[in-house]
């Protein structure tokens, strides 16, 4: 899948999942060899859910290469949880470095 198509497959996620309310495009950038995607989400239960991952191209196809998920309360003061595989400071509480396929397996799995 080129980076552009995987992109845009990452946010129609957003747009279609039953668990979110609302998306704010923050930032979006794709060219032949890379994309990057930052949303804002209000999630059913008005918890804010933040995603950042960037897609790299290898070969034809392209991958997940960075990420970062953030899932808060509703009014961003109590971190849930936080998916990221470049761990700056992985002593916060509720910070949790998976493998790059982590958005496809871990997107909707918590409980809301």
Same mark, same amino acid.
């Given at each position: ?5 995987? &992109? ?10 039953? /668990? ?14 890379? =994309? ?9 239960? =008005?918890?804010? &859910? ?6 790299? /191209?290898? =070969? ?13 309360? /509703? ?18 509480? =509720?910070?949790?470095?998976?493998? &790059?396929?982590?958005?496809?397996? &871990? ?6």
């Amino acid at each position: 899948m080129p980076v552009e198509a995987l &992109l845009e497959s990452e946010y129609a996620v957003l747009l279609s999942h039953p /668990a979110v309310r609302s998306v704010e495009l923050v930032r979006s950038s794709v060219n032949r060899l890379d =994309g990057y995607l930052r949303a804002r989400c209000t999630l059913i239960n =008005g918890d804010y &859910l933040e995603i950042a991952p960037h897609i790299t /191209a290898s =070969g034809r196809d392209a991958a997940i290469d960075d990420f970062r998920y953030q899932w808060m309360d /509703a009014g961003q003061t109590r971190l849930h949880r936080r998916w990221d595989n470049t761990p700056h400071f992985p002593e916060l509480p =509720g910070f949790d470095s998976l493998p &790059l396929k982590c958005w496809c397996i &871990l997107r909707w799995s918590v409980v809301l």
